[in-house]
């Protein structure tokens, strides 16, 4: 479907808030309204498939039950990639996922998930919530009749798994990994042959030769895949993708339909949902690395600093291309790049100076 065709189906959506089912939306029931939400994540998926669910259970106990969403996973109702379609013209009343599969859309949608070499999910956060991004992103998602939010964050990710080492930035020639976003076009730059998979076929793309390599999110997340059974090493940093943050988008519509109250609910819970899922995975990756490590013999290997000083060198050409885009995506990566250089200010003061503190050898 191209941006015609978006913005039609979501100008019916935003007018009439019709499913292609002729139903309207949200439905009613005693005066409770149901939402349906649809995700980019396998079924039951730790992590991401549980906070989508947790989300959706946050919702309905904070509005004391008027207020219902039913999840379904990647695959139940659309595929994973086409849950921003989904929502867009009206099958589903929301969706949970990654901006940046909908980069067909608008390469601007990047920034508003993860950019390589780019800001943490904190400083992400602070971008949206304090630096003004978030009137950019309504702006970008207003003409498919969404309206976005950040709803959940892994942190840093992992660079990927690999069946061969990395040694030289010419050892990802030729190399087929599954990588979406930024960091797709970057490892096409160097040579690599990108793949989109959701999340749910990367183990048997690697099991079965299709791929060579993927990244997905990191140890917890990683773990729940069995991706260290069809992977030899385990490589970091995620460059691609250093602070991942997911959102909510919600149909226009539908958005629009709902009370003060219902939508200060939903931003409440979307809120809540972004701190919580980041403490999370800061929490349980790792005890996930050690079981992957310990139990399973992962070689877990460091990207070569060579290699990283040419993926960045290629990540500032790869993301300036980007902005020539459209003036839409300009816009963002200007706004985007002007934040970065201030947070990297203060990150170098702050927090990379206490990390590096933090490793000094003495006894604690």
């Given at each position: ?38 995700t ?18 946050r ?17 139940e109702?659309?595929p ?34 993860a ?25 970008l998602?207003?003409p ?13 990710q992992?660079g ?14 030729g ?5 979406p ?21 990367i ?16 140890p ?9 059974k ?20 919600i149909n ?29 995975y ?8 050690h ?6 013999g ?17 990540a ?7 902005a ?5 995506t ?6 985007y ?18 990390w ?9």
């Open positions: 479907m191209d941006r015609r065709e978006f913005l039609s189906a979501s100008a019916a959506a935003a007018t009439g808030g019709l499913s292609l089912d002729g139903l309207s939306r949200p439905a009613l029931a005693n005066g409770a309204k149901t939402l349906t939400m649809v980019t994540w396998p079924k039951d998926y730790v992590g991401l498939g549980e906070s989508a669910s947790r989300l959706a259970a919702v309905r106990t904070m509005s004391g039950g008027r207020l219902s969403i039913t999840v379904y996973a990647a695959g109702l659309v994973a990639f086409e849950a921003f379609e989904a929502v867009a013209n009206g099958t589903a009343d929301l969706y949970h996922g990654a901006e940046t599969y909908w980069e067909s859309r608008s390469s601007a949608f990047n920034f508003f998930c950019v390589p070499f780019g800001l943490t999910a904190i400083e992400t956060s602070a971008w949206i919530h304090h630096g003004g991004a978030q009137a950019l992103w309504d702006a998602s207003a498919y009749g969404i309206k976005p939010m950040l709803a959940s964050a892994t942190g840093v992992m990927g798994w690999f069946n061969k080492e990395i040694k030289r930035v010419e050892d990802f020639k190399l087929r990994m599954r990588i976003g930024l960091g797709a076009r970057i490892l096409k730059e160097v040579g690599a042959v990108p793949v989109a998979l959701p999340g749910s076929q183990h048997d793309a690697l099991r079965d030769g299709a791929i060579d390599a993927a990244e997905w999110i990191g917890w997340s990683d773990l729940a895949l069995d991706l260290q069809v992977a030899r090493y385990y490589y970091y940093p995620g460059f691609h993708e250093p602070g991942t943050s997911l959102a909510v988008g226009l519509g539908v958005w629009r339909g709902l009370s003060d109250q219902e939508r200060a609910i939903i931003e409440a819970a979307c809120g809540a949902e972004h701190a919580f899922s980041l403490a999370e800061n929490a349980r990756n790792g005890d996930a690395l079981t992957l490590v310990t139990n399973h992962v070689q877990l290997r460091a990207f070569p600093t060579q290699v990283l000083l040419e993926l960045g060198k290629t500032g050409r790869v993301v300036r291309a980007a020539a885009d459209s003036p839409e300009r816009r963002i990566y200007d706004h790049t002007a934040f970065r250089r201030k947070a990297l200010t203060w990150a170098q003061l702050s927090d990379q100076a206490f590096n503190a933090r490793s000094l050898p003495f006894e604690y």
